[in-house]
């Protein structure tokens, strides 16, 4: 068996071009050096967070606590981050698992535990050790097999397309199994999606809704934490990584106004301003006194059109829709001048600029054409699933509006709140047209077969249902081969974009800053959404 980072060169130095000699992105920069000094314990940190948490199951179709999954549980593995590293450097660590192998055909996955981890000692589990049988649970309830087929699909269910088994030989050892090679899964072994959870939970209440209880360094304190204000996060005691964390605290404080929430950290109410997509607003809070900042390429901007529905049912009009953004005005306006042209699922610069932009024509004349020869030479009305909490998505929506007039195509914005937004693609795509900023999936196969197959209804919110599309996204998942592989998902990409099956409008920059007291903040792209630090090593020193 070979050693697991093989196949996790998949997601760093063949898909970024290096293998291949293609260019990539320029390179993102590393993470801050190592802070000097040795770390303080204790401390409050807090954090912003702009969405309320409905429930505690990642396999659910609620806005589910993703973001705070680095807190409570863990996975086998993580991609790694800290001082020097790149923002799109994705290599695997060990974590619940001491080591790992993947067979040559990527059909076989084995994970060896450590010894002596232990759930926290919150009830039900009580701080009883974690075993091999945790992670074939975890694995069989999110992905939907074995004794949990009965169950309603899994939104994460993509990333264990094909287990035929999961096997434990004894209390330390897990091998996952498939019917034939998948290559994407160790990394998503790394995904934040995927917490190794206790059944105790599940016994008790049939689900994870309501209540957390993990491995990781920080556990959910319920009594202290208020729905819609704030969620408390207390030091696990009996972590087992000797030392860590340092912090006693996490507070994510829930704040959706932009404005408040950079005022909250220009007063050190909030220790962090983690995602500021304004240019304006980034260069106020980067002459705050002692204030650390890092500038990191953002998820790109992607429009889901209803492939089923009228308009975009017709594939001119989806072309159309395209040809008419001015995505040089959305990166002018939106980002500052900062950002770039991106195919949708691009993730690691695949393709070049001038390849982009030949796919992603601006062409107005065209655009019009493509509408009257679809049957709309008088113009057409688009629904738009518009969240009234999001400034950000409301400025999107109102260039888009106009942009899109002038070829014929007149948005018309249904208001709705965050959570109804974030929740009605996933109850049956109940949109027309819906645009929001793509987070990451720990493996490219997550914005080719989880965005695109036909079997995939709980996130292909477009409802792309095209033969060629399931053959192309179904064989990049198959090849072990990082090479063909690479060029599987190129070809995939190039596809779906000539198509306009879905569209990305631009690629900007975010930025992230923290208060000079924060020490050993780190950002990767593979840790949580690529927007946060696990702050297993973030300490706070003297204010």
């Keep these: 068996m070979s050693k697991a980072p093989s196949v996790a060169l998949l997601v760093g130095a063949v898909l970024l071009g290096v293998a291949c000699g293609i260019a990539a992105q320029p390179r993102a920069p590393s993470s801050p050096a190592m802070e000097k000094g040795e770390p303080v314990y204790g401390g409050v940190f807090k954090q912003r967070h702009d969405e309320d948490v409905e429930d505690w199951d990642m396999a659910s179709t609620g806005q589910s606590y993703s973001e705070y999954s680095e807190r409570v549980y863990e996975r086998p593995v993580r991609f790694k981050a ?117 059944r105790e939970i599940y016994d008790a209440d049939g689900h994870f809704k309501d209540r957390a209880v993990g491995t990781g360094p920080f556990q959910l304190d319920k009594a202290a934490s208020q729905k819609n204000a704030r969620w408390v996060f207390k030091k696990n005691q009996a972590y087992w990584d000797t030392g ?81 953004l001015n995505r040089d005005e959305f990166i002018k306006l939106m980002a500052g001048g900062k950002g770039q042209w991106v195919l949708t699922g691009d993730r690691f610069g695949l393709f070049t600029e001038a390849e982009t932009k030949q796919i992603l024509r601006y062409d107005p004349t065209e655009a019009k054409r493509l509408l009257a020869e679809a049957g709309y030479s008088q113009g057409v009305q688009v629904p738009y699933l518009l969240s009234i909490e999001n400034q950000q998505q409301v400025t999107w929506f109102e260039l888009m509006q106009s942009q899109l007039k002038q070829v014929g195509i007149n948005l018309v914005a249904e208001r709705v709140t965050q959570a109804e937004w974030s929740r009605r693609p996933k109850d049956g795509a109940d949109f027309v047209l819906r645009v929001s900023g793509k987070k990451g999936q720990a493996d490219i196969d997550g914005d080719l077969f989880g965005l695109f197959h036909s079997s995939q209804p709980g996130i292909n ?50 930025w992230a800053f923290w208060h000079g007291y924060v020490k050993d903040y780190h950002l990767n792209y593979g840790i949580g959404n690529g927007n946060q630090s696990d702050l297993l090593s973030v300490w706070l020193d003297a204010r």
């Design 244 to 324: 860590k964390p340092y912090l006693d605290e996490v507070q994510h404080l829930v704040i959706n106004d932009e404005g408040t929430s950079n005022a909250a950290f220009q007063t050190k109410q909030v220790d962090s301003r983690r995602v500021v997509p304004d240019p304006i607003q980034a260069a106020e809070l980067a002459r705050v006194p002692g204030v650390i900042s890092f500038e990191f390429p953002a998820s790109f901007v992607h429009a889901y059109m209803q492939n089923e529905r009228p308009p975009f049912n017709d594939e001119r009009v989806r072309k159309a829709f395209s040809m008419a």
């Design 461 to 510: 919110y477009g409802r792309v249902k095209d033969p060629k599309v399931d053959q192309l996204t179904l064989a990049q998942r198959r090849e072990p081969d990082p090479v063909k592989r690479r060029a599987l998902v190129r070809e995939a990409i190039k596809y779906i974009n000539e198509r306009a099956f879905a569209t990305a409008l631009y690629k900007p920059v975010n």
């Design 82 to 198: 800290g001082p020097g590293i790149g923002y799109y450097e994705q290599t695997l660590e060990p974590r619940l698992a001491e080591r790992w192998e993947v067979s040559p055909d990527a059909t076989t996955f084995t994970f060896h535990l450590r010894k002596g981890v232990k759930f926290a000692n919150l009830p039900p589990v009580n701080g009883r050790e974690l075993t091999s049988a945790d992670v074939k649970f975890s694995y069989e309830y999110l992905g939907r097999v074995g004794e949990f087929k009965g169950l309603k699909a899994s939104t994460v269910g993509f990333m264990y397309e094909g287990i035929e088994a999961i096997d434990t030989p004894d209390r330390y050892t897990v091998a996952v199994r498939f019917k034939v090679p998948f290559a994407p899964f160790i990394n998503y072994a790394g995904s934040i999606y995927n917490p190794i959870m206790p």
